[in-house]
């Protein structure tokens, strides 16, 4: 068998296809947001790009059974109870309730390839679990989506698709196929940072317009760990996520 894996680093570089498998990757933040949201259990996350879809869809919920996350531009939008921060999704505050969120480049993503048959949301904390369930469902085809910072190439998105194609291609049992060049560069950018993420992130464009805004440091350090949660966010609806 062979795996063939495309990396494409913004949803407007995607053509209009449907593939069987899709990972959405916003190493910072949403991907570890959501991740940590499910890991802390959260019910499910419904993704958004349009804020007033958004507020509509939420209002419908009882107030205790929901969380609004809005963040545009690295901060939290007024009127929300949270941004897009990873260390604020608690067990406390997301146990058992739906998440409404939007933020400024991931939940475009996750909503750009929305009718993939399987649509995974990844960070650099759960590569491996997303990796080992892409093994097991032996599809021929993936395709790996960067958030990118507002349509333009991102650092660490372009990371962390290295590190899921190189743990695919040290891990599978049959052949990996490289399909496109931005996929290769993103293997060897993950050659030269693996040793070094928590510096990568902040060197990134986008790690050093966080920093800009305020004290990151502690999301820079959740952002960076590797392989360190088992959970797998899945679509199990058009624009709503659960762990699988």
Partial sequence: MIINLTYYHVANDVPEISPEIAVV?????????????????ADSIQVFSDLDLLKKSAIKWQADERVMLGERGGKKIEGFDLGNSPLSVTKKVVYGKRLFMSTTNGTKSLQKVQYAKHLFAMGLLNRRAVAEKIISLQSENVLILGSGWEGTYSLEDSLAAGALASYLKTNCNFEVNILNDELQSALALWDFWKNDILNCLKTATHGKRLSSL????????????????????AQVERGVIRAS
Avoid at 25 to 41: E, H, M, P, Y
Avoid at 214 to 233: M, N, Q, R, W
């Fill in 25 to 41: 990757i916003d190493v910072l933040r949403a991907t570890t947001t959501i991740s940590w949201a499910l890991k802390n259990g």
């Fill in 214 to 233: 305020g004290d990151y440091e502690e999301d820079f350090k959740c952002c960076s760990e590797l392989d360190c949660l088992d959970i797998v966010p």
